[in-house]
């Protein structure tokens, strides 16, 4: 999977409770750490997901999640998320998330995402979500 065309990077540090008893980064830690920089990704185009909840009603949830583990990610390692959108529809979007130590990749996801209101219902992404992603 290459990301050509970033759209966020985030870092993090591996403490050591993100790993396992054998001093790898523990498989389901993975999840939280594309969640957090899916997170981000948003941060910094403007939108805070507390507060679409709060003033629009809306959230996003996962449907869909794919992984690829490709090699462990350990105890003090620096690793970096690369997150951009790969597309997006009415309601739904795919997100390419690579998690990478240095320029060795370590894992591979492929995360899609609903737009729903505070009754689970799927709605359509916000306009201004969209602008500014057009930009």
């Given at each position: 999977m290459s990301l050509p065309d970033l759209g966020h990077r985030t870092d993090y540090r591996i403490y050591y409770e993100d790993t396992d008893a054998a001093g790898m980064v523990y498989y389901?830690?993975?999840?939280?750490?594309?969640?957090?920089a899916r997170t981000e990704w948003l941060r910094s185009l403007g939108f805070e997901q507390s507060l679409l909840l709060k003033d629009e009603g809306i959230g996003f949830v996962v449907h869909h999640c794919e992984i690829d583990f490709l090699k462990p990610a350990k105890l003090d390692d620096l690793i970096t998320l690369e997150t951009r959108l790969q597309e997006l529809g009415k309601v739904r979007m795919t997100m390419q998330q690579v998690v990478k130590?240095?320029?060795?990749?370590?894992?591979?996801?492929?995360?899609?995402?609903?737009?729903?209101?505070?009754n689970s219902k799927p709605v359509r992404w916000p306009q201004a979500l969209i602008s500014a992603l057009e930009k």
């Open positions: 389901a830690n993975y999840l939280k750490f594309a969640e957090r130590r240095g320029d060795t990749i370590l894992a591979e996801l492929s995360v899609g995402l609903a737009c729903v209101d505070r």
